[in-house]
């Protein structure tokens, strides 16, 4: 007899007890949320791996742009000779070109925010994507800033696009040195908005179809879309003075690609894409409203 | 020697939750990513037995459940149960087990078969306990845009990592392991 029976006892005690550990932890998890044990247990593990999730960030850049680098490649039959060409001319220097160029796009469309009419309402507190969850059942990603930054539960976090930035969540945990942020897209997240130009409003969830398009609940079926425009939607504050909305209006969200009425229904189907890739977020800006 | 066993799956555990998180997901063309942390539990059920896979494979879930700010003890109960069901199918019952005094040897697509069985089970696993939370997906997005990809990508992944981690986790004898146990 190789093995004892002790040994066998050994493993059914370490599974049982680390699946009650499991249980117990979901259980605590699913009450609390964000509070209690569970959140003493998620902050502390945040700001351990916080500094070593930066770390292996940084090392796998160049690993990651050489990626988008082949990805793009793949996409642009188009320019297959011009690639061609510059292909002799890569190596190693090469996709790290890429990589800073494309940073320094990144960071020139956010500066072009920051300089917009549209921020002038904000500090911005810049921030780099350290982690993001890995499927689809949870929408979040962690910044490398925290609360040491001045980053506070429920601030706006946008991403560059285009000349402008677009909404892409907030922030709904924190340690000293790195923050999560729950994505617009995130199946809990609800943001009320308003459709411009025009009076419509509200509330934008992830579609019950494809969670990366927005759905616009609650506009009245009498509620004027024009939709021979460009019909752009921002957030929007409430109407009333006793609840106060979570994020300050008039940060661009996305734009209306579908209208739709039914005769049985008393409100429109709306849906929304957000101008902000979720694929590709590695420099965002974390808004703090300015208080006058 | 043991000591430098634990401190190896804990790093090994540790960095394959941190990639998982951090580089995996920019690396992907959809939004989910290979399981990484499974295939180190996989790889700890078929070289070094249930009980470093199931506590590698809880600590990693933690780990990414936290980082992520998702429900805890998801991704650590299916881990544990995915080490347990490996390892008690590599192993046999219990009295095979006494009696041969270790996991058998198998053969790389054998293990790979494991690996992507066990990449369904915790997936399909993961999608009822989030439906049974209320936070599921519709179905069909569900099997198309998370279980299918993650499954093609995790045995891809599998398939490349299944080897080194073999190398990396040297098959312990029947003699390592009553060497290791307590008198």
Do not use: C
Not at chain 1, 221 to 234: G, M, P
Not at chain 2, 101 to 127: D, E, F, K, N
């Amino acid at each position: 007899m190789l093995i004892g029976k002790n040994r066998l006892i050994r493993r059914r005690v370490i599974i049982g007890l680390l699946l009650a550990a499991s249980l117990t932890l979901l259980t605590l998890s699913f009450r609390q949320g964000s509070q209690g044990v569970t959140g003493d247990i998620q902050r502390t593990a945040l700001a351990i791996t916080a500094p070593v999730s930066g770390v292996v960030h940084r090392v796998t850049q160049p690993v990651v742009d050489a990626y988008h680098w082949t990805a793009g490649l793949v996409d642009a039959r188009q320019e297959n000779e011009r690639l061609k060409a510059q292909l002799d001319r890569a190596g190693a220097n090469a996709v790290e070109n890429e990589g800073l160029r494309a940073q320094v796009a990144k960071l020139q469309q956010e500066l072009h925010y920051v300089h917009s009419k549209a921020a002038a309402s904000y500090d911005e507190i810049g921030a780099t994507v350290t982690a993001q969850s890995p499927n689809d059942y949870s929408r979040t990603v962690t910044l490398d800033v925290g609360t040491a930054d001045g980053v506070a539960i429920n601030d706006p976090v946008v991403a560059p696009y285009g000349d402008g930035a677009g909404l892409i969540g907030r922030v709904i945990s924190a340690t000293a040195s790195s923050s999560i942020v729950m994505l617009i897209v995130d199946h809990n997240s609800a943001v009320y908005g308003s459709i411009m130009p025009g009076t419509a409003k509200g509330l934008l969830v992830p579609s019950d179809g494809d969670p990366n398009v927005l759905s616009m609940d609650f506009v009245g079926i009498d509620e004027a879309v024009d939709t021979s425009k460009e019909l752009t939607v921002v957030t929007a504050t409430y109407r009333t003075n006793k609840l106060q909305p979570l994020l300050p209006r008039g940060i661009p969200i996305g734009r209306v690609t579908n209208v739709s009425e039914s005769d049985l229904s008393q409100q429109k189907t709306i849906q929304v894409t957000p101008f902000v890739d979720f694929q590709d977020l590695t420099d965002v800006l974390v808004l703090k409203p300015r208080t006058p | 020697m043991r000591m430098l066993d634990a401190l190896r799956i804990v790093l090994l555990a540790f960095f394959a939750a941190i990639l998982q998180v951090s580089a995996a997901p920019q690396l992907t063309p959809t939004n989910s990513t290979p399981d990484l942390v499974l295939i180190v539990v996989v790889a700890l059920a078929l070289f070094r037995g249930v009980e470093s896979a199931a506590l590698a494979g809880f600590a990693a879930g933690l780990l990414v459940d936290a980082v992520t700010g998702q429900r805890l003890g998801v991704s650590s109960l299916l881990y544990v149960v995915a080490a347990w069901a490996v390892a008690s199918r590599v192993d046999g019952d219990d009295d095979t087990l006494m009696a041969t005094g270790g996991p058998a040897r198998m053969s790389s697509a054998r293990r790979l078969l494991y690996a992507i069985a066990a990449t369904i089970g915790v997936q399909v696993s993961y999608a009822v306990l989030q439906w049974l939370l209320g936070e599921g997906l519709p179905f069909r997005y569900t099997i198309d845009n998370v279980i299918l990809p993650v499954t093609i990508m995790t045995t891809i992944a599998a398939a490349l990592l299944l080897p080194l981690l073999r190398r990396a986790l040297p098959r312990q004898t029947g003699l390592d392991v009553r060497r290791a146990a307590p008198a």
